[in-house]
């Protein structure tokens, strides 16, 4: 375990070291690692998914994705929070002389919670579509990448967000697979009130 | 001014720009706010804009106190419920002068293109 824990610690200050060259990567760096611009641009395409027009079918597709999008991000916050309820692992800048971008967050560094979120809803996305979805996952590796560049995670904390987040999209995907009936009422009600 | 409200209503702008942006796009005429395209479309870059700037600096006007996870998911949905219904019923009564078409037999939000979500909304309780 500890050579993995070396590992991560050096794939940190790598990553880490490159941080303070250019300034301009850097403040862009430090716009997508923040808490709220990314988390707030997923939610708010899930949306704009919601409303965004189309063909009926092809309208109904997208908005059972963004429901399993939104049951995946309930999930992910409920799962990070049991998560460290007895566990705490110390965030990279209390433990190691780095450059640290933002700020030094106070809970637990593993798992990461922003990491565990943007992959649940961008797993869930490329389930239902794998174009839109593919973006979304491209998204959310970016801003996992730009945690670890800007000192605020180690990358297992990032990998681990990640697989958790994935696994809780597969777990909503069989859910609502077993669940198709009471969603498509749903679906049907909001569309009855044309809300969908 | 405390830090959840600072952020609701930025997601309360965020999200009936968006909205707007949306039903502009998807042609849903009397969802829109405004008649006009364009001062429509400079109505939702108007509300989208301030959310964008500080939700990208965020952390370095606030470095300390944070609205956490669950919290910032929980104020984003009250906001964009509270867009939803807002964006409705102020687009209802702005195009109130609309004038319904008797046959209209489509479903959903495809209703927006003739008419407002509240003669809509009539309609079917009628």
Redesign the interface.
Known sequence: MDWLLDLDRQALQLINSLAGHFPPFDQLIMGLANDYFMPVAFCSALFALWFIGGQPPEREKRQESALRALLGLGLANGAVALATLDFFRSRPGTELPINVLLYTPTDSSLPSNSATVLFAIAMSIWLGNRRVGSFFLLAAALQAFSRVYAGMHYPLDVISGAALGIIIALLVRWLFILLQPQVKWLLSLARQLYLA | MKLPVL?FIL?LG??TG??Q???D????RYGLIFGSTSLNRFFSALLLAP?VIV??????LY??S??Q??E??AL?ALA?LTA?VGSLAISSFTNRRCIPPADFKG??????RVMT?YQ??RR?FK
């Open positions: 952020y997601a965020v999200g968006l909205l942006l949306v039903f796009i998807a042609k849903y959310g939700f990208f600096i965020w952390n370095k470095p300390v944070v609205v996870g669950a910032q998911s984003f964009a939803v479903e959903g939000l495809d209703v927006l979500f809509a909304i079917k």
